[in-house]
Protein backbone atom coordinates (compact mmCIF):
# COMPACT_ATOMS: atom_id res chain seq x y z
CA UNK A 1 0.00 0.00 0.00
CA UNK A 2 1.67 3.16 -1.03
CA UNK A 3 2.11 6.42 1.39
CA UNK A 4 -0.10 8.30 -0.80
CA UNK A 5 -3.06 5.98 -0.50
CA UNK A 6 -2.83 5.69 3.36
CA UNK A 7 -2.38 10.11 3.59
CA UNK A 8 -5.78 9.72 2.06
CA UNK A 9 -6.90 6.91 3.35
CA UNK A 10 -6.36 8.97 7.28
CA UNK A 11 -8.36 11.84 6.47
CA UNK A 12 -11.71 10.17 5.82
CA UNK A 13 -14.36 11.39 7.71
CA UNK A 14 -17.47 9.60 5.12
CA UNK A 15 -17.65 6.11 3.33
CA UNK A 16 -20.44 6.31 0.74
CA UNK A 17 -20.94 3.59 -1.70
CA UNK A 18 -23.27 1.78 -4.11
CA UNK A 19 -24.62 -1.50 -3.56
CA UNK A 20 -25.21 -3.61 -6.24
CA UNK A 21 -21.69 -4.34 -8.04
CA UNK A 22 -20.05 -3.13 -4.32
CA UNK A 23 -21.73 -5.42 -1.48
CA UNK A 24 -23.55 -7.26 -3.91
CA UNK A 25 -21.88 -9.27 -6.84
CA UNK A 26 -24.64 -7.59 -9.10
CA UNK A 27 -26.51 -10.26 -9.21
CA UNK A 28 -30.38 -10.08 -8.05
CA UNK A 29 -32.67 -12.49 -8.28
CA UNK A 30 -36.40 -11.59 -8.85
CA UNK A 31 -39.20 -13.59 -6.95
CA UNK A 32 -43.05 -13.92 -8.13
CA UNK A 33 -44.10 -11.37 -5.95
CA UNK A 34 -41.72 -8.70 -6.75
CA UNK A 35 -39.34 -9.01 -3.70
CA UNK A 36 -35.92 -8.67 -4.82
CA UNK A 37 -33.52 -10.86 -3.55
CA UNK A 38 -29.31 -10.08 -2.95
CA UNK A 39 -26.71 -12.26 -1.67
CA UNK A 40 -24.51 -10.13 0.61
CA UNK A 41 -21.29 -11.18 1.98
CA UNK A 42 -20.20 -11.95 5.61
CA UNK A 43 -16.89 -10.60 5.17
CA UNK A 44 -18.37 -7.49 4.62
CA UNK A 45 -21.08 -7.86 7.60
CA UNK A 46 -17.64 -7.78 9.35
CA UNK A 47 -16.06 -4.77 8.08
CA UNK A 48 -19.00 -2.78 8.94
CA UNK A 49 -19.10 -3.73 12.56
CA UNK A 50 -15.16 -2.95 12.44
CA UNK A 51 -15.58 0.64 11.32
CA UNK A 52 -18.73 0.93 13.81
CA UNK A 53 -16.97 -0.63 16.62
CA UNK A 54 -13.35 1.88 15.99
CA UNK A 55 -13.44 5.12 17.74
CA UNK A 56 -12.60 6.35 14.10
CA UNK A 57 -15.93 9.24 13.64
CA UNK A 58 -16.70 8.10 10.61
CA UNK A 59 -20.25 8.01 8.95
CA UNK A 60 -21.33 5.65 6.16
CA UNK A 61 -23.70 6.41 3.24
CA UNK A 62 -25.40 3.69 0.39
CA UNK A 63 -26.47 5.65 -2.44
CA UNK A 64 -28.24 3.15 -5.08
CA UNK A 65 -30.45 4.16 -8.30
CA UNK A 66 -32.28 0.71 -7.18
CA UNK A 67 -35.47 0.68 -4.61
CA UNK A 68 -35.47 -2.71 -2.27
CA UNK A 69 -37.33 -3.43 0.69
CA UNK A 70 -34.30 -5.59 1.79
CA UNK A 71 -31.46 -2.69 1.29
CA UNK A 72 -33.74 -0.76 3.59
CA UNK A 73 -33.73 -3.74 6.32
CA UNK A 74 -30.23 -4.28 5.81
CA UNK A 75 -29.06 -0.84 6.26
CA UNK A 76 -30.76 -0.39 9.54
CA UNK A 77 -29.38 -3.78 10.87
CA UNK A 78 -25.92 -2.68 10.13
CA UNK A 79 -26.27 0.79 11.51
CA UNK A 80 -25.86 2.87 7.94
CA UNK A 81 -26.15 7.02 8.82
CA UNK A 82 -27.53 7.91 5.87
CA UNK A 83 -29.54 5.35 3.11
CA UNK A 84 -30.47 7.19 -0.56
CA UNK A 85 -32.52 4.39 -2.61
CA UNK A 86 -33.87 5.30 -5.90
CA UNK A 87 -31.14 8.07 -6.82
CA UNK A 88 -30.35 9.22 -10.33
CA UNK A 89 -28.12 12.04 -9.15
CA UNK A 90 -25.56 10.35 -6.81
CA UNK A 91 -23.17 13.25 -6.64
CA UNK A 92 -26.12 15.53 -5.24
CA UNK A 93 -27.28 13.00 -2.64
CA UNK A 94 -23.20 13.07 -1.67
CA UNK A 95 -23.11 16.42 -1.31
CA UNK A 96 -25.95 17.30 0.37
CA UNK A 97 -25.11 14.94 3.42
CA UNK A 98 -21.29 16.18 2.84
CA UNK A 99 -22.91 19.79 3.83
CA UNK A 100 -24.84 18.97 6.21
CA UNK A 101 -22.00 17.13 8.38
CA UNK A 102 -19.61 20.16 7.26
CA UNK A 103 -17.38 17.26 5.32
CA UNK A 104 -14.66 18.67 2.58
CA UNK A 105 -14.77 16.52 -0.36
CA UNK A 106 -11.24 15.15 0.41
CA UNK A 107 -12.60 13.73 3.17
CA UNK A 108 -14.87 11.58 1.69
CA UNK A 109 -14.57 8.00 0.41
CA UNK A 110 -16.51 6.32 -2.01
CA UNK A 111 -16.86 2.57 -3.35
CA UNK A 112 -18.63 2.58 -6.94
CA UNK A 113 -18.38 -0.08 -9.84
CA UNK A 114 -20.18 1.81 -12.86
CA UNK A 115 -20.43 5.15 -15.11
CA UNK A 116 -23.42 5.80 -12.60
CA UNK A 117 -20.71 6.50 -10.38
CA UNK A 118 -18.07 8.23 -12.16
CA UNK A 119 -19.14 12.03 -10.85
CA UNK A 120 -18.96 10.75 -7.35
CA UNK A 121 -15.48 9.25 -7.58
CA UNK A 122 -14.01 12.28 -9.92
CA UNK A 123 -15.08 14.36 -7.03
CA UNK A 124 -13.98 12.55 -3.34
CA UNK A 125 -10.77 12.07 -2.10
CA UNK A 126 -10.81 8.81 -1.69
CA UNK A 127 -12.03 6.91 -5.24
CA UNK A 128 -11.77 2.77 -5.05
CA UNK A 129 -13.68 0.33 -7.57
CA UNK A 130 -13.84 -3.47 -7.31
CA UNK A 131 -11.87 -5.66 -10.10
CA UNK A 132 -15.51 -6.05 -12.25
CA UNK A 133 -15.72 -2.19 -12.94
CA UNK A 134 -16.31 -0.63 -15.70
CA UNK A 135 -12.93 0.15 -17.43
CA UNK A 136 -13.88 4.11 -17.57
CA UNK A 137 -13.86 3.98 -13.42
CA UNK A 138 -10.08 1.63 -13.11
CA UNK A 139 -8.56 4.36 -15.00
CA UNK A 140 -9.70 6.96 -12.78
CA UNK A 141 -9.94 5.72 -9.06
CA UNK A 142 -7.38 5.68 -6.48
CA UNK A 143 -7.87 2.20 -5.50
CA UNK A 144 -8.78 -0.64 -7.12
CA UNK A 145 -9.45 -3.35 -4.55
CA UNK A 146 -8.13 -6.78 -4.87
CA UNK A 147 -11.24 -8.20 -3.14
CA UNK A 148 -14.44 -8.90 -5.64
CA UNK A 149 -17.72 -7.18 -5.66
CA UNK A 150 -20.30 -9.02 -3.61
CA UNK A 151 -17.01 -11.19 -1.61
CA UNK A 152 -15.51 -8.24 0.99
CA UNK A 153 -14.77 -5.37 -0.96
CA UNK A 154 -15.80 -2.91 2.43
CA UNK A 155 -13.71 -5.07 4.69
CA UNK A 156 -10.80 -4.35 2.44
CA UNK A 157 -11.39 -0.78 2.29
CA UNK A 158 -12.30 -0.59 6.09
CA UNK A 159 -9.35 -2.47 6.89
CA UNK A 160 -6.76 0.41 4.93
CA UNK A 161 -9.62 3.63 6.30
CA UNK A 162 -8.86 2.20 10.06
Known sequence: MSSSLLRRAK?????AMDIDGVLTRGEIIILNSGEEVKIWSVKDRMGFALLKNSRHPLKLVWIT???????????????????????????????????ELKIKPEEIAYIGDDLVDLTCLTHVGFSICPPESAPELK????????????????????????
Open 65 to 99: ARKSRQVQVRAKELGIDFLVQGCDNKWKALQDYAR
Open 139 to 162: KICHYRTKTGAGVGVLREVAEIIL
Open 11 to 15: KIKLL
